[in-house]
């Protein structure tokens, strides 16, 4: 949900038409390699200038991280990795292989699914045939770090137990939690600090896992920030002389692994999700009558990130569509018509945007008639767009993409999909019918980018055409196609 846990995409290099002769490569060279598509179907990896490249060729390859690894596959399939040399780093095996990079450092995960003996009490035996399965499927993981080959993980695990990944939190730029464990990167290694995190926060603070009692943590303290923090759905208020019960706050109909609302037992202050970073007030300050009327039909609690401000929904049943009406609250119990939070948002367990909603985004010279909305998603690091589904009339649902800025389409509804290829730069993907073809677009400059239109268009670049299986890559901000 928050931004600074979002990691941006680079995207790749571009070059001009075709490779020269390769030229000699000195050891630790920076040379931005991109992979290369040759008339054969093969790939090589050349510069941007086309003066070097590297000898191998390839059946499959993707782009450098900018710490100098690659992936790159044979005809068989199998996976491997080489360095900014061109040097097999991890030789080609039948394993699956991804790599995370961390900037400072690189994490490389294997992954090899096989079968495993298992003995006699877990056999999986069929009541209605005479058929014993007496193996299971295992799943052999590695996580290590390739500039100091120091291995973070190595075990086997039983396929349906493999929660495993190589997504990163960072608390800081020495921090990260990684599968629960807090790490300090140092000396292009990563030390354990501490395991079972539940919860990364902003500003260098987490939250444990634990059954019960709950503490908040700072990386910068050995002491916890808050300890004995347990769970509630009820918040009680004082308004001059009568206290406000707001009671069924937050509920779900499957319950968070850290409740949304916390109580400290020591003060009575009460801290609330996403960031657990101030205390609700206590008491109210300042109110209408009618704000003290909407307060108590309140049911959603959200603390605004780096803001003295709290968020307070109230479902609207009078809505044919999912809504909340809100209202606000800062830190010192002065309840507000109105605020100005930039770059918060709030999602539902899917993904989509319950605040700020529709009325807040979009006016009312913005849907001619017979236009209603439906889903609405924010796109990351763009700071003010969403793609909002439109159905018009007895027209089947198009996308639009909306600026909260200049309220104003950016790109009017009237697009099947339009994918989000890097949203800081404002590139998308777009396909016009059902079935049809992608074309680029950069919506900072409002034009279609290259000439080309493809099946599929991913993020880091690689496409493939319709009816064809070999892909290759393109630059997703010119449309230079690497190939050929």
């Known amino acids: 949900m928050i931004k600074s846990l979002l990691v941006s995409i ?15 490569i000195k050891k630790n060279a920076a040379a931005k390699w991109v992979p290369f598509q040759t008339k054969n179907k093969q790939f090589v990896y050349v510069d941007s200038t086309f003066n070097k490249k590297l000898p191998q060729q390839f059946y499959w390859a993707q782009p450098f991280t900018s710490t100098g690894y690659a992936l790159v596959a ?37 992954r090899q699914e096989y079968d495993k003996n298992l003995p006699f009490w877990k056999w999986d035996w069929n009541i209605l045939s005479s058929y014993i399965k007496k193996t299971g499927t295992y799943v052999k993981l590695e996580i290590r770090v390739l500039e100091s080959n120091q291995v973070l993980l190595k075990k086997d695990i039983p396929y349906d137990e493999n929660e495993y990944n190589l997504v990163t939190y960072p608390l800081d730029a020495k921090h990260l939690v990684l599968n629960g464990n807090l790490y300090l990167i140092k000396d292009q290694r990563l030390k354990k600090i501490e395991g079972d995190i539940e919860m990364p926060l902003e500003n260098g603070r987490y939250i444990p896992a634990s059954t019960d009692s709950f503490t908040i943590h700072d990386i910068q303290s050995k002491k916890p920030l808050l300890s004995n923090l347990t769970g509630l759905d009820k918040i009680e208020l004082l308004w001059k002389n009568e206290t406000i019960l707001l009671d069924s706050i937050n509920q779900e109909r499957f319950s968070p692994t850290i409740p949304k609302l916390l109580k400290d037992h020591k003060t009575g202050s009460i801290y609330a999700f996403p960031q657990y970073d101030k205390a609700f007030p206590k008491q109210i300050k300042q109110a209408t009558a009618a704000q003290i009327a909407f307060l ?53 367990q899917v993904g989509n945007l319950v605040w700020p909603d529709k009325l807040m985004l979009l006016p009312a010279n913005a849907l001619e008639k017979n236009w209603k909305t439906g889903k609405i998603k924010y796109v990351y690091s763009s700071e003010d767009l969403y793609l909002i589904d439109v159905k ?11 600026n909260a800025v200049t309220k104003a389409w950016d790109i009017k509804p009237g697009f099947e999909h339009i994918e989000i290829l890097d949203g800081e730069r404002q590139i998308f993907a777009l396909q016009e019918h059902k079935d049809g073809l992608y074309t680029l677009y950069n919506n900072k400059t409002k034009q279609h980018v290259g000439n080309k239109s493809y099946m599929t268009i991913n993020p880091n670049g690689w496409v493939k055409h319709k009816n064809q299986d070999n892909g290759y890559f393109i630059d997703i901000v010119t449309g230079q196609e690497y190939k050929e």
């Open 10 to 24: 680079t995207a790749m290099l571009c070059m001009n038409a075709c490779a020269q002769e390769p030229t000699s």
């Open 74 to 110: 044979n005809e068989k399939d199998q996976m491997g990795i080489i360095n900014s040399q061109g040097e097999f780093i991890e030789n080609y095996s039948e394993a699956q292989v991804e790599l995370l990079d961390l900037g400072q450092l690189t994490l490389a995960m294997k």
């Open 296 to 348: 108590k039909e309140i049911s959603l609690v959200y603390s605004v990130t780096n803001s003295p401000y709290f968020i307070l929904g109230r479902f609207n049943n009078d809505h044919a569509v999912w809504a909340y009406d809100w209202l606000y609250i800062d830190k010192d119990g002065n309840l507000l018509d109105s605020i100005k939070a930039p770059n918060f948002y709030i999602l539902d």
């Open 392 to 402: 018009r009339g007895d027209l089947e649902p198009t996308k639009g993409l909306w």
